[in-house]
């Protein structure tokens, strides 16, 4: 089983609509964070918690929110989806450590807005 | 702030050809540098990083990187490439917050 779960794996929806991302993780790791991936621009960064009393914005963190409902899930919402928001949606984890941590990526939610 | 710069979107090379990534960082301190492989479908997976010591850094599949703190770049290496490393490949650089900021990715394509 993969240590870091995203579901679903695929999502179409129509503007307007709320969806939420999943996010569930088996690493014991306290940090879980949210990223987009578009074509040509990257990993970018939306919200990450570095437990679950600590929420934090990113670079990209209008139109969406989070919830850290316990150590190992971190979801992500989109109130009202637009077009713009159709991206790969990475949830990631990592341990706290005293020298750059390595990332633990989920397999990533394609998501559609029509 | 710190960012990261791929200026090659997309790299051909042939099969068994020796490959070179670029990579060029700004940090204000001593960087933390990380390369990351997506293949498709799927997340992205650690190859390699460097904190400090060797500028020289080993990584997974035969994959290597070298510091230069002269140049601000931390370019990826293979000698011979086989054509399941075709895939995306992602530059990325951390500090303080360690919380990495990634490049725009590689796209690197392998002909037989």
């Known amino acids: 089983d993969a240590d870091v779960t995203q579901t679903p794996r695929n999502r179409i929806t129509k503007t307007g609509k709320r969806i939420m991302l999943e996010c569930s993780q088996t690493?014991?790791?306290?940090?879980m964070y949210w990223y987009r991936q578009d074509p040509g621009l990257g990993l970018r960064l939306i919200y990450y918690s570095f437990d679950v009393k600590d929420i934090n914005k990113g670079e990209i963190s209008d139109g969406y929110s989070v919830s850290r409902q316990a150590q190992a899930k971190f979801s992500l919402s989109l109130e009202s989806a637009i077009p713009n928001q159709t991206a790969l949606y990475f949830c990631?984890?990592?341990?706290?450590?005293?020298?750059?941590?390595?990332?633990?990526f989920g397999s990533g939610t394609q998501l559609s807005v029509l | 702030a710190q960012s990261v710069t791929q200026p090659d979107i997309h790299i051909t090379v042939s099969e068994g050809a020796s490959l070179e990534l670029r990579c060029n960082y700004s940090y204000g301190a001593t960087p933390y540098l990380f390369w990351y492989v997506q293949s498709p479908g799927q997340g992205l997976q650690l190859l390699l990083k460097?904190?400090?010591?060797?500028?020289l850094v080993q990584g997974i599949k035969g994959f290597e990187a070298e510091f230069k703190r002269s140049q601000s770049s931390f370019n990826l290496r293979k000698p011979s490439v086989h054509w399941s490393d075709a895939a995306e490949y992602f530059c990325a650089v951390g500090g303080g917050s360690y919380i990495p900021t990634f490049g725009r990715g590689t796209s690197l394509i392998v002909h037989p």
């Open positions: 990631a984890t990592s341990a706290p450590g005293t020298r750059g941590e390595k990332l633990f």
């Open positions: 690493k014991g790791h306290d940090r």
């Open positions: 460097y904190f400090s010591g060797d500028t």
